[in-house]
Protein backbone atom coordinates (compact mmCIF):
# COMPACT_ATOMS: atom_id res chain seq x y z
CA UNK A 1 0.00 0.00 0.00
CA UNK A 2 1.27 3.30 -1.13
CA UNK A 3 2.26 5.98 1.54
CA UNK A 4 0.72 9.10 2.14
CA UNK A 5 3.01 12.13 3.06
CA UNK A 6 2.16 12.32 6.82
CA UNK A 7 3.33 8.54 6.80
CA UNK A 8 5.80 9.44 4.96
CA UNK A 9 7.00 12.52 7.34
CA UNK A 10 6.76 10.11 10.22
CA UNK A 11 8.93 7.74 8.71
CA UNK A 12 11.70 9.86 7.73
CA UNK A 13 11.51 11.55 11.29
CA UNK A 14 11.81 7.91 12.80
CA UNK A 15 14.34 6.63 10.60
CA UNK A 16 16.70 10.41 11.34
CA UNK A 17 16.24 9.13 15.15
CA UNK A 18 16.67 5.88 14.97
CA UNK A 19 19.91 4.32 17.02
CA UNK A 20 23.19 4.28 15.95
CA UNK A 21 24.40 0.57 15.71
CA UNK A 22 28.36 -0.46 16.45
CA UNK A 23 29.74 -3.21 14.42
CA UNK A 24 29.56 -5.50 17.77
CA UNK A 25 26.12 -4.54 18.36
CA UNK A 26 24.53 -4.96 14.20
CA UNK A 27 27.16 -8.07 14.44
CA UNK A 28 24.71 -9.69 17.04
CA UNK A 29 21.54 -9.01 15.38
CA UNK A 30 21.87 -9.85 12.12
CA UNK A 31 23.07 -13.67 13.81
CA UNK A 32 19.83 -13.83 16.14
CA UNK A 33 17.64 -13.12 12.78
CA UNK A 34 19.57 -15.70 10.79
CA UNK A 35 20.05 -18.17 13.52
CA UNK A 36 16.83 -17.89 15.43
CA UNK A 37 14.61 -16.10 13.55
CA UNK A 38 14.46 -13.48 16.08
CA UNK A 39 12.22 -10.91 14.73
CA UNK A 40 13.04 -8.14 17.43
CA UNK A 41 16.59 -8.70 16.02
CA UNK A 42 15.33 -7.81 12.64
CA UNK A 43 13.40 -4.95 13.52
CA UNK A 44 16.08 -3.27 15.16
CA UNK A 45 18.57 -3.91 12.55
CA UNK A 46 16.22 -2.77 9.69
CA UNK A 47 15.06 0.73 11.61
CA UNK A 48 18.87 1.46 12.78
CA UNK A 49 19.43 1.39 9.08
CA UNK A 50 16.29 2.85 7.60
CA UNK A 51 18.15 6.33 7.48
CA UNK A 52 20.17 5.05 5.06
CA UNK A 53 17.59 3.85 3.25
CA UNK A 54 15.71 7.12 3.00
CA UNK A 55 19.02 9.05 1.94
CA UNK A 56 19.43 7.15 -0.76
CA UNK A 57 16.03 6.72 -1.75
CA UNK A 58 16.09 10.85 -2.47
CA UNK A 59 19.03 11.06 -4.68
CA UNK A 60 16.43 9.43 -7.23
CA UNK A 61 13.55 12.16 -6.47
CA UNK A 62 15.05 13.79 -10.17
CA UNK A 63 13.54 11.00 -12.13
CA UNK A 64 10.16 11.80 -11.25
CA UNK A 65 9.28 9.31 -9.11
CA UNK A 66 7.50 10.00 -6.41
CA UNK A 67 9.30 10.22 -2.74
CA UNK A 68 7.12 7.97 -0.96
CA UNK A 69 7.19 5.03 -3.35
CA UNK A 70 11.00 5.73 -3.47
CA UNK A 71 11.40 5.17 0.15
CA UNK A 72 8.84 2.01 -0.33
CA UNK A 73 11.29 0.55 -2.84
CA UNK A 74 14.55 1.85 -0.53
CA UNK A 75 13.17 -0.96 2.44
CA UNK A 76 12.12 -3.60 0.25
CA UNK A 77 15.95 -3.54 -0.79
CA UNK A 78 16.66 -3.55 2.93
CA UNK A 79 14.52 -6.39 4.52
CA UNK A 80 15.99 -8.17 0.88
CA UNK A 81 19.50 -7.10 2.50
CA UNK A 82 18.73 -8.48 5.77
CA UNK A 83 17.70 -11.67 4.21
CA UNK A 84 20.47 -12.37 2.34
CA UNK A 85 23.07 -11.16 4.76
CA UNK A 86 25.57 -13.29 6.52
CA UNK A 87 27.22 -11.88 9.31
CA UNK A 88 30.00 -14.24 8.95
CA UNK A 89 31.59 -12.85 6.30
CA UNK A 90 33.67 -10.03 7.72
CA UNK A 91 31.57 -7.29 6.03
CA UNK A 92 28.95 -4.51 7.78
CA UNK A 93 25.52 -4.76 6.99
CA UNK A 94 26.06 -1.51 5.85
CA UNK A 95 27.41 -2.62 3.00
CA UNK A 96 25.94 -4.65 2.17
CA UNK A 97 22.66 -3.23 2.40
CA UNK A 98 23.62 -0.34 -0.44
CA UNK A 99 24.07 -2.59 -3.14
CA UNK A 100 20.55 -4.18 -2.37
CA UNK A 101 18.62 -1.14 -1.50
CA UNK A 102 20.11 0.66 -5.18
CA UNK A 103 19.37 -2.26 -6.77
CA UNK A 104 15.45 -2.19 -5.99
CA UNK A 105 15.32 2.02 -6.20
CA UNK A 106 16.91 1.25 -9.47
CA UNK A 107 14.74 -1.13 -10.82
CA UNK A 108 12.00 0.64 -9.67
CA UNK A 109 12.72 3.94 -11.56
CA UNK A 110 13.20 2.06 -14.61
CA UNK A 111 9.73 0.36 -14.53
CA UNK A 112 8.13 3.32 -14.12
CA UNK A 113 9.99 5.68 -16.48
CA UNK A 114 7.93 4.52 -19.56
CA UNK A 115 5.20 2.33 -20.73
CA UNK A 116 8.11 0.86 -22.96
CA UNK A 117 10.37 -1.66 -21.61
CA UNK A 118 13.71 0.98 -21.02
CA UNK A 119 15.90 -1.65 -20.17
CA UNK A 120 16.69 -5.33 -18.66
CA UNK A 121 20.57 -6.16 -18.49
CA UNK A 122 23.25 -4.65 -16.49
CA UNK A 123 24.41 -2.92 -19.43
CA UNK A 124 21.02 -0.94 -20.49
CA UNK A 125 20.70 -0.40 -16.77
CA UNK A 126 24.15 1.27 -16.30
CA UNK A 127 23.31 3.55 -19.78
CA UNK A 128 20.07 4.77 -18.11
CA UNK A 129 21.67 5.88 -14.84
CA UNK A 130 25.30 7.36 -16.34
CA UNK A 131 24.83 8.13 -19.56
CA UNK A 132 23.48 11.75 -19.61
CA UNK A 133 26.65 12.34 -17.17
CA UNK A 134 29.09 10.55 -19.61
CA UNK A 135 27.70 12.90 -22.32
CA UNK A 136 27.84 15.93 -20.23
CA UNK A 137 31.63 14.87 -19.37
CA UNK A 138 32.46 14.44 -23.12
CA UNK A 139 31.17 17.58 -23.90
CA UNK A 140 32.85 19.57 -21.65
CA UNK A 141 35.69 17.87 -22.60
CA UNK A 142 34.91 18.45 -26.56
CA UNK A 143 34.23 22.38 -25.54
CA UNK A 144 37.93 22.30 -23.35
CA UNK A 145 39.97 20.68 -26.11
CA UNK A 146 38.20 23.14 -28.66
CA UNK A 147 37.24 19.19 -30.73
CA UNK A 148 34.22 18.38 -32.23
CA UNK A 149 32.75 15.25 -32.76
CA UNK A 150 29.60 13.71 -34.44
CA UNK A 151 27.03 12.38 -32.32
CA UNK A 152 28.17 8.84 -33.54
CA UNK A 153 31.59 9.73 -32.65
CA UNK A 154 30.55 10.54 -29.22
CA UNK A 155 28.24 7.35 -28.94
CA UNK A 156 31.00 5.27 -29.67
CA UNK A 157 32.86 6.75 -26.63
CA UNK A 158 30.06 6.55 -24.19
CA UNK A 159 29.94 3.05 -25.29
CA UNK A 160 33.69 2.61 -24.50
CA UNK A 161 33.37 4.60 -21.46
CA UNK A 162 30.43 2.18 -19.86
CA UNK A 163 31.55 -1.11 -21.33
CA UNK A 164 28.40 -1.31 -23.20
CA UNK A 165 27.38 -2.45 -26.54
CA UNK A 166 27.30 0.76 -29.27
CA UNK A 167 23.45 -1.01 -30.18
CA UNK A 168 22.59 -0.20 -26.33
CA UNK A 169 23.77 3.47 -26.20
CA UNK A 170 21.65 3.92 -29.62
CA UNK A 171 18.56 2.29 -28.18
CA UNK A 172 18.93 4.29 -24.65
CA UNK A 173 19.28 7.26 -26.29
CA UNK A 174 16.31 7.15 -28.07
CA UNK A 175 14.10 6.43 -25.43
CA UNK A 176 15.77 9.25 -23.05
CA UNK A 177 14.93 11.29 -25.46
CA UNK A 178 11.33 10.56 -26.15
CA UNK A 179 8.75 10.47 -23.77
CA UNK A 180 5.25 8.67 -23.49
CA UNK A 181 2.09 10.43 -24.89
CA UNK A 182 -1.49 9.55 -24.87
CA UNK A 183 -3.31 8.33 -27.69
CA UNK A 184 -5.97 9.97 -26.77
CA UNK A 185 -4.27 13.77 -27.24
CA UNK A 186 -5.27 16.02 -29.69
CA UNK A 187 -3.08 17.10 -32.65
CA UNK A 188 -1.63 20.08 -33.21
CA UNK A 189 -2.74 21.98 -35.79
CA UNK A 190 -5.73 19.27 -36.41
CA UNK A 191 -8.75 20.83 -33.62
CA UNK A 192 -10.58 18.15 -32.26
CA UNK A 193 -8.65 14.94 -33.59
CA UNK A 194 -7.02 12.39 -31.78
CA UNK A 195 -3.92 10.67 -32.30
CA UNK A 196 -6.05 7.58 -32.09
CA UNK A 197 -8.26 8.37 -34.78
CA UNK A 198 -5.10 8.01 -37.26
CA UNK A 199 -4.29 4.42 -35.84
CA UNK A 200 -5.37 2.11 -38.91
CA UNK A 201 -7.83 -0.65 -38.06
CA UNK A 202 -5.89 -4.27 -38.30
CA UNK A 203 -9.43 -5.94 -37.80
CA UNK A 204 -11.31 -7.95 -40.37
CA UNK A 205 -13.29 -5.74 -42.42
CA UNK A 206 -17.04 -6.25 -42.84
CA UNK A 207 -16.61 -8.23 -46.20
CA UNK A 208 -13.50 -10.45 -45.18
CA UNK A 209 -16.16 -11.83 -42.40
CA UNK A 210 -18.81 -12.17 -44.50
CA UNK A 211 -16.25 -14.21 -46.69
CA UNK A 212 -14.55 -16.10 -43.77
CA UNK A 213 -18.39 -17.19 -42.64
CA UNK A 214 -19.05 -18.42 -45.49
CA UNK A 215 -16.68 -20.70 -46.24
CA UNK A 216 -16.74 -21.49 -42.54
CA UNK A 217 -20.31 -22.41 -42.97
CA UNK A 218 -19.50 -24.80 -46.47
CA UNK A 219 -16.58 -26.55 -45.00
CA UNK A 220 -18.64 -26.84 -41.64
CA UNK A 221 -21.51 -28.84 -44.63
CA UNK A 222 -18.78 -30.73 -46.35
CA UNK A 223 -17.56 -32.27 -43.42
CA UNK A 224 -20.94 -33.16 -41.99
CA UNK A 225 -21.15 -34.63 -45.44
CA UNK A 226 -17.71 -36.88 -44.93
CA UNK A 227 -18.98 -37.61 -41.76
CA UNK A 228 -22.17 -39.48 -42.79
CA UNK A 229 -19.79 -42.06 -44.11
CA UNK A 230 -18.42 -42.83 -40.97
CA UNK A 231 -19.51 -45.42 -38.07
CA UNK A 232 -20.58 -44.17 -34.61
CA UNK A 233 -17.35 -45.53 -33.19
CA UNK A 234 -15.35 -44.08 -36.47
CA UNK A 235 -17.45 -40.23 -36.21
CA UNK A 236 -16.44 -40.57 -32.36
CA UNK A 237 -12.83 -41.26 -33.04
CA UNK A 238 -12.86 -37.98 -35.29
CA UNK A 239 -14.50 -35.58 -33.17
CA UNK A 240 -11.90 -36.57 -30.66
CA UNK A 241 -9.18 -36.96 -32.52
CA UNK A 242 -9.60 -34.16 -35.18
CA UNK A 243 -12.62 -31.67 -34.94
CA UNK A 244 -12.02 -30.91 -30.67
CA UNK A 245 -10.19 -27.73 -28.89
CA UNK A 246 -8.43 -30.12 -27.03
CA UNK A 247 -7.84 -33.68 -28.81
CA UNK A 248 -7.49 -36.61 -27.22
CA UNK A 249 -4.57 -39.06 -27.52
CA UNK A 250 -4.79 -42.69 -28.81
CA UNK A 251 -4.09 -43.90 -25.46
CA UNK A 252 -6.90 -41.62 -24.16
CA UNK A 253 -9.42 -43.23 -26.56
CA UNK A 254 -8.23 -46.67 -26.74
CA UNK A 255 -9.28 -46.75 -22.37
CA UNK A 256 -12.86 -45.29 -23.33
CA UNK A 257 -13.37 -47.85 -26.20
CA UNK A 258 -11.29 -50.64 -24.34
CA UNK A 259 -9.01 -50.75 -27.45
CA UNK A 260 -5.57 -50.52 -28.04
CA UNK A 261 -3.96 -48.11 -29.20
CA UNK A 262 -3.08 -49.35 -32.13
CA UNK A 263 -6.07 -50.45 -32.82
CA UNK A 264 -7.38 -47.22 -32.17
CA UNK A 265 -5.39 -45.50 -34.58
CA UNK A 266 -6.01 -48.22 -37.40
CA UNK A 267 -9.64 -47.10 -37.24
CA UNK A 268 -8.73 -43.31 -36.90
CA UNK A 269 -6.58 -43.90 -40.83
CA UNK A 270 -9.60 -46.12 -42.05
CA UNK A 271 -12.49 -43.26 -41.03
CA UNK A 272 -10.32 -40.44 -42.54
CA UNK A 273 -9.60 -42.49 -45.93
CA UNK A 274 -13.27 -42.86 -45.96
CA UNK A 275 -13.87 -39.37 -45.82
CA UNK A 276 -11.57 -38.46 -48.52
CA UNK A 277 -13.10 -40.77 -50.45
CA UNK A 278 -16.65 -38.99 -49.86
CA UNK A 279 -14.89 -36.11 -50.55
CA UNK A 280 -13.84 -36.39 -53.62
CA UNK A 281 -16.65 -37.84 -55.18
CA UNK A 282 -18.96 -34.67 -53.89
CA UNK A 283 -19.04 -32.32 -56.91
CA UNK A 284 -17.03 -28.88 -57.16
CA UNK A 285 -13.31 -28.74 -56.45
CA UNK A 286 -13.51 -27.14 -53.26
CA UNK A 287 -14.48 -30.45 -51.38
CA UNK A 288 -11.54 -31.99 -53.09
CA UNK A 289 -9.11 -29.42 -51.85
CA UNK A 290 -10.97 -29.90 -48.20
CA UNK A 291 -10.26 -34.01 -49.09
CA UNK A 292 -6.58 -32.94 -49.54
CA UNK A 293 -6.26 -32.20 -45.99
CA UNK A 294 -7.24 -35.48 -44.46
Same mark, same amino acid.
Given at each position: ?????? *?????????????????????????????? !?????????????????? #???? +????? !???????? *????? !??? &???? +??? $??????????????????????????????????????????????????????????????? #????? @?????????? $???????????????????????????? @???????????????????????? +??????????????????????????????????? #?? !?? &?? &?????????????????? @??????????? $????????
Amino acid at each position: MALDAP *QIGSLTRTAMAAELLDADTELELARRWRDE !GDEQALHRLVTAYMRLAV #SMAS +KYRRY !GAPMNDLI *QEAGV !GLM &KAAE +KFD $PDRGVRFSTYAVWWIKASIQDYVMRNWSMVRTGSTSSQKSLFFNMRRIRAQIEREMERDGVQL #SGEEI @RVRIAAELGA $PLRDVEMMEGRLAGSDFSLNAQQSGDEG @REWIETLEDDSPNSEARVTRNHDL +KAARTWIETAMDALSDRERMIIRARKLGDDPETLE #SL !GS &KL &KLSKERVRQLESQALRKM @RRRLEDSAGAE $PAMLAAAF
